[in-house]
């Protein structure tokens, strides 16, 4: 990463939030990076069950460093689950944790955690409820209290749907958004660990696919995926790193704070900026996909192998494996904005951004875009290479979670002849697009009713509904 753009001032200020000892060592890469001023570019915080595993980290400040003192979690997330909801001061520190200290003014926040832990699978799924209820869930009470002055108590109770959908629309503008990146597992961490990750990712997910949540995007990095590509690298490069955990940790942190500082210089005839940033990464909901192509200028001739890097980086992942826009039954996902975004090293002249043009239209032909597609270049000294980004959301997992984590496993061991497992069966996760639908409101405590319960309720007082809705945050 180039000196300039690692000191720029980010596009979208935000606040990192590492759970477990995976989610925290990757918030402390985070936590590295500084301003040209010397400050911190991102607010960073680590929850984690015990003292011991926060002293290891070296960046984050002492004081985000957040202990449940529940003395470790045993790898084990529905064991881990059940403690977070039975011990009182557990309970209490999560919500101290989300309500006090994670008190920042950033829109955006990201939850990291490696799924597969008992700590960070468990915490961040409480920490993505809490965050909700805390943050956002009031903003569409107090919309709503408006309303009902604005237009009267017998206009709400004869358009109580309209008036609740409303007020969620117009209170939504201004959530807090959450990012969430969990990474999954190894598949040597055997089938008992891959289970409970296939079971919370899916929880996960369909939390990051309810619009009535705070989730506005997820990520699920691959252990696996960094594993084989860290046996590939040079011996040079092994040295500069611990182990294939490091190595993915610097590689998810160095992705998002390259994207986040490049989208903020500008200065040529083609400008990717923040707020299209913005709009790309927190509008909408889904799967994150990035793409990533990095090659040294001098390999380059002209501006059409600019275009080329482009297409090759959307028809591939970054941090996982590839993602299938289109499922076995030939339906294709959806995707939202889309986002070009080039760092071009100035040793060469490419012109002045055709070949971002032209990938703007290849784009088209590749992906099945219903918004706005966000790109631009930027020309800084970055290592004598060129690197480009592509960036979209769609309704779509990584091939492995697709697929199902434990059938890959057993398909894996039984290709092997190592060993014998019975079937476990375990549902393929599914696309899930999740509409704004009755039981996603009723999770709000906005209750969508049937048009006969809707008669029945509307023969209650105006207070007695009001008190109908669960604002017990
Ligand atoms: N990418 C990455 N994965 C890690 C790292 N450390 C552990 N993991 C993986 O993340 C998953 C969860 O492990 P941990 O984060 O150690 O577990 P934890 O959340 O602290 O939970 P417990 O210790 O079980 O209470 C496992 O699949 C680990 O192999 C790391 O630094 N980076
Ligand atoms: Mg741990």
């Not at 000196?3 to 979208?12: D, E, I, R």
């Not at 800084?380 to 480009?388: H, I, P, Q, R």
Request: hydrophobic share 35%; net charge negative; charged share 25%.
């Amino acid at each position: 990463m180039t000196k300039n753009l690692t000191f720029n001032q980010p596009a979208m200020d935000m606040t990192m939030v590492g759970f477990g000892q995976a989610g925290s060592r990757i918030v402390d890469e985070l936590a590295k990076f500084h301003t040209a001023k010397g400050q911190q570019t991102y607010h960073c915080f680590a929850l984690n069950s015990n003292d011991g595993d926060l002293k290891g980290l070296k960046f984050i400040d002492p004081k985000n460093r957040i202990s449940l003192e529940l003395g470790g979690l045993g790898k084990n997330p529905e064991k881990a689950m059940k403690i977070l909801k039975t011990d009182d001061q557990a309970k209490s520190k999560m919500n101290h944790f989300i309500t006090k200290q994670l008190n920042t003014d950033d829109q955006h926040v990201i939850f990291f955690a490696g799924l597969g832990g008992g700590t960070g699978t468990a915490t961040i799924i409480q920490a993505i409820q809490d965050f909700h209820n805390h943050y956002n869930k009031p903003k569409i009470e107090q919309v709503l209290k408006a309303m009902i002055e604005q237009f009267s108590e017998e206009t709400y109770k004869e358009k109580k749907n309209e008036f609740h959908q409303r007020a969620f629309q117009i209170a939504s503008e201004n959530f807090r958004k959450l990012g969430i990146v969990a990474c999954i597992p190894l598949r040597k961490d055997g089938p008992d660990v891959l289970r409970q990750v296939n079971k919370f990712a899916q929880e996960i997910w369909s939390l990051a696919n309810d619009v009535t949540k705070s989730v506005a995007w997820v990520k699920f990095p691959d252990n696996q995926f960094f594993y084989e590509q860290f046996t590939k690298l040079p011996q040079s490069k092994k040295n500069e790193l611990d182990n294939f955990r490091d190595y993915a940790n610097k590689e998810i942190a160095k992705t998002i704070h390259h994207i986040n500082t490049a989208a903020n210089i500008g200065g040529t005839s083609l400008v990717l900026d923040s707020q299209d940033l913005k709009r790309a990464w927190w509008e909408h909901q889904g799967c994150l996909i990035i793409g990533k192509q990095e090659v040294p200028t001098a390999l380059l001739n002209s501006h059409a192998d600019i275009t080329k890097l482009f297409k090759t980086a959307l028809s591939k992942s970054h941090l996982h494996g590839n993602v299938n826009l289109i499922n076995k039954e030939g339906e294709v996902s959806q995707v939202h904005h889309a986002g070009l975004l080039a760092i071009i090293d100035r040793s060469k002249d490419f012109g002045n951004g055709a070949f971002i043009e032209n990938a703007v239209e290849e784009l088209h032909e590749m992906l099945p875009i219903s918004g706005t597609v966000f790109s631009g270049y930027i020309e800084e000294s970055n290592n004598e290479n060129v690197t480009v980004y592509t960036f979209y959301k769609a309704k779509v997992l990584p091939e492995r979670l697709e697929k199902g984590l434990v059938e890959e496993y057993q398909q894996y061991m039984k290709e092997n002849k190592e060993l014998q497992f019975t079937a476990a069966t375990i549902q393929t996760i599914q696309e899930d697009a999740t509409q704004i639908d009755a039981e996603a409101f009723a999770d709000l405590g906005i209750h969508l009713l049937s048009e006969e319960q809707e008669e029945v309720k509307n023969e209650l007082s105006i207070k007695d509904q009001l008190d109908g809705f669960d604002f017990s945050f």
